[in-house]
């Protein structure tokens, strides 16, 4: 790594944590004597995303998986360290100061199926970051284009959330993210609580999104069947570092991190080769 030069290095880097830490304040401690009490939730993370990379955020409820994925998003600031995307500094701002970022990476949040407003048909639901971005271009195309994407049948862009089903309620989810055209999906627990099949639909639409437009796929789960399916690489978080970091088959067939062993011993049959 020490002969790289800076531009090969950086070249298919396309976004990236940088030694990025997140405290919260503890609440109520505003009146204890001696000052305010910190818990920091995330610690000195460094996770490059190549552009077109498909990687898991893995760890035990609490690890931090979300709170890296809002700090990614600008969503949430960071306390140390930085985050940047094409080389530049991503700081949480107005929509007019990260217009730039957010057609390039888009949150499929989770349950993203309560996240719809239920007044709205979709079709709008969908236009919405495409009218908020201002993003030129004919959003009609853009819309019905997300919605085939996906899997929807064009006749749906006229009904509103309650008179679809959960899978395809969570499919109009991932359509308005992807409307924008992101060279990144950060997804959390996009198939947690729904049924074998439709966890299956959805997969397939993000692994045909990675395969067909080269998006890059940062999924967050709990679902270690599924990060077989579509990632590459595993990061393993635990108490707010990086347990571990990998290609996913060596890190699950060889775990070293007893993180990582856990996780794996809660799924006694992943299909992963010896
Ligand atoms: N707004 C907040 N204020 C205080 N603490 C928070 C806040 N958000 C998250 N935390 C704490 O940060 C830690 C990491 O939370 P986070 O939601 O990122 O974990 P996670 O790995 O995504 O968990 P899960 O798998 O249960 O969703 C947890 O201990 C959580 O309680």
Redesign the pocket.
């Known amino acids: 790594m020490g002969t790289m030069t800076t531009t090969e290095s950086q070249s298919s880097v396309f976004a990236q944590l940088d030694q990025v830490s997140?405290r919260?304040?503890?609440?109520g401690s505003l009146f204890r004597r001696g000052g305010e009490r910190w818990?920091t939730?995330?610690h000195d993370i460094s996770m490059p995303i190549d552009a077109g990379a498909t990687i898991a955020?893995v760890?035990?409820?609490?690890?931090?998986?979300?709170?890296?994925?809002?700090c990614l998003l600008a969503l949430?600031p960071v306390d140390e360290g930085s985050v940047s995307c094409q080389g530049r500094p991503v700081l949480p701002g107005s929509v007019r100061q990260l217009r730039w970022f957010r057609q390039l990476v888009q949150y499929v949040p989770?349950d993203p199926a309560s996240s719809l407003d239920p007044r709205r048909p979709v079709r709008q639901l969908v236009a919405e970051p495409l009218r908020r971005l201002g993003v030129d271009g004919n959003h009609a195309e853009l819309v019905a284009d997300a919605l085939e994407q996906v899997g929807l049948d064009p006749a749906l862009a006229a009904r509103r959330p309650g008179e679809i089903s959960g899978g395809q309620a969570q499919r109009v989810a991932i359509a308005r993210a992807i409307v924008t055209r992101p060279r990144l999906l950060i997804a959390?627990?996009p198939v947690s609580g729904l049924d074998l099949p439709l966890r299956r639909q959805i997969l397939e639409v993000l692994a045909r999104l990675h395969a067909e437009q080269g998006t890059a796929l940062l999924l967050?789960s709990?679902d270690l069947a599924a990060v077989v399916h579509l990632c590459q690489r595993v990061i393993v978080?635990d108490q707010?570092r990086i347990a571990e970091a990998g290609p996913t088959t060596q890190l699950f067939s060889q775990p070293e991190h007893p993180a990582t062993r856990r996780l794996l011993a809660a799924v006694p049959r992943l299909p992963v080769p010896a």
Do not use: M, N
């Not at 760890?59 to 809002?70: D, E, F, H, L, N």
């Open positions: 997140r919260y304040r503890i609440p818990r939730v995330l955020l760890g035990s409820s609490g690890a931090g998986k979300t709170t890296v994925a809002r949430d989770q959390d627990e967050v709990h978080l707010g």
